[in-house]
Every structure is written in C-alpha cells, then in structure tokens.
C-alpha cells in the first residue's frame, strides 16, 4: 500500500485499536506488520509503554521514516524496537523473529494482498507466546465491487489475492489452532470529484495493475468506491497441544501432571 492511501491505514488502525480497548492482555513484546510512519504508533507508545516493538516496515516508509516517527510517540521506544523490511518476509515467508516471542501481532490491510494468508497465520501462531492474541483487519471480495461493471480495456483489474470473507477466515483461524475468533466487517464507501483521484488510490490498493492510464474524457469510471474493511481477533491458547488430526488432538503424556491422594489419617 502506497504514500496515497497512508490516510486509510491510520483510520483502520485507529478502529482496530478501539476495538482492542475491551481486551485485557499482558504485553511486553508487539510485532507490528506493517508498520509504518502513521498515528498509530503514538497510541502503542501510549497504551504500552514499557513493550519492545518488533516491526516489518512497510516497503513505502523508509527505516529514517520509522525511526523518526516512533522517536516523536515515545523516545524510549527506539531503544525498545527491532525493524526489518515486509519484503523480507514476502521473499523468505518468515519473520526473523523467534518461537513464542510476542504477545500480539498486529496486521493492518495486509491480507488481501498474500497469497497464502494461512501461512501468514501459521507464522503468527509460530512467534505468539501462550495467551497471546492476533488482531488484523483487510480488505474483503466485495472491495472495488463499482470496477466490475464494464470499464476501459486499457484498465485491467485484478482481483485480490485473497478474497477471503469473514467466515472464511474464521475457519481458517480455528484450522490453524487459535482460540475464540471474532469477526466483524464494515462498508466503507468513498466518493470522488474526479477520475484521477480515483486511479491513484485503486492502485494503492493493488486493484489494478500499476501501468500508466489516462481517464478518456467521457465519464466510463465510477465516482465512488466501495471497501469492505474486515476485522478479526483470536487467541493462542493450548500451544502445547499438538495440532488437531482427524477433529482429535493428541497430548503429550509429559504434559499430563498426576496429582497424588493425601495419606488418610
């Protein structure tokens, strides 16, 4: 997601982070990805002040950017904060982060443009420490709905990566062992005065593929854009346990403490 539309991802982030406000959790380690230079990050600094941030910069903000940004939230935090590049992760699908290191992972508008959004959740569950929780939001299938009907040849759409509805992502959370998901979706409708507005911002939402395209002077192109902003949260509970097979899951016998009966007197 590209500097035009950064004004989105800071009103998405400050949604989910009001969403966050019921949930009571103990955190010393957040990985933000991605992270980028935007409001959010003095409400981290605010709401956790003593938490280390891992982050995986997003590929528009410069490591001088982040750094500047999170010295402004909380100077202390620049002390406490370790930036690598998203792109590592989309080449290596990895976070250089170590096993059971965070306490939450928080993902704006990232999904939708992954091709494999389970891996993305298997990573997070990697790095997740027992009772830590995965708040994320993306884009939904309806998103961009206006461009379907016929439009220029010379605008070739494309569709998300993952077009993944709410429900299909809470089954994927339950499939890949995270506990009570919840899941809730919102239309957001924005409307435009001119056409090449419009093109900036569906290609920084990647909805089109990023060649050059004049508007033709009649009006073919919609004044108005629909996104369908989904939210999500869960838990990861029971990392002990191994993964489920067959709806079965199987302990570990060292896991198992015996208790003893009392010596009756």
């Known amino acids: 997601m590209t500097q035009p539309i950064r004004w ?9 982070l009001q969403k966050l406000d019921i949930v009571k959790l103990d955190v010393k380690d957040i990985l933000i990805v991605p992270d980028f230079a935007g409001k959010h990050l003095h409400t981290f600094a605010r709401r956790y002040p003593k938490a280390r941030i891992w982050s995986l910069s997003d590929k528009s903000v410069s490591a001088f950017q982040l750094w500047r940004a999170k010295a402004i939230s ?8 370790r930036t690598a590049s998203l792109a590592s992760y989309l080449s290596s699908g990895r976070f250089d982060i170590p ?5 939450l992972v928080f993902s704006d508008l990232l999904l939708q443009d992954l091709e494999d959004p389970k ?21 939904g299938p309806d998103t961009g709905k206006e461009l379907r009907s016929p ?3 010379e605008l070739r759409l494309k569709n998300l990566l ?26 957001l409708t924005l409307d435009y005065e001119s ?9 920084a939402l990647n909805l089109i593929d990023p060649t050059p395209f004049k508007a033709p002077e009649t009006q073919v192109l919609p004044q108005k854009l629909t996104l369908e902003v989904v939210y999500g949260h869960a ?29 009756s007197a």
Not at 99 to 103: A, F, L, R, T
Not at 120 to 139: D, H, M, N, P, T
Not at 162 to 187: K, T
Not at 249 to 254: C, G, H, K, V
Request: proline fraction near 5%; hydrophobic fraction near 40%.
């Open 151 to 153: 439009t220029p040849p």
């Open 74 to 81: 909380n100077w202390r935090s620049i002390f406490r904060s």
């Open 8 to 16: 989105l991802q800071d009103e998405i982030a400050d949604r989910m």
């Open 162 to 187: 993952s077009p993944w509805d709410m429900h299909d992502m809470g089954d994927a959370l339950l499939a890949e062992r995270f506990s009570d998901p919840v899941m809730d979706m919102e239309y």
């Open 235 to 263: 838990w990861a509970i029971g990392k002990h346990l191994a993964k489920a097979k067959d709806s079965v899951a199987y302990i570990d016998l060292n896991q198992i403490g015996r208790k003893t009966r009392p010596d």
């Open 99 to 103: 096993d059971n290191s965070v306490d």
């Open 195 to 203: 056409e090449s507005l419009l093109l900036v911002d569906i290609a």
């Open 119 to 139: 891996h993305f959740l298997q990573e997070c569950w990697r790095v997740l420490r027992e009772g830590g929780l995965i708040a994320f939001s993306y884009l």
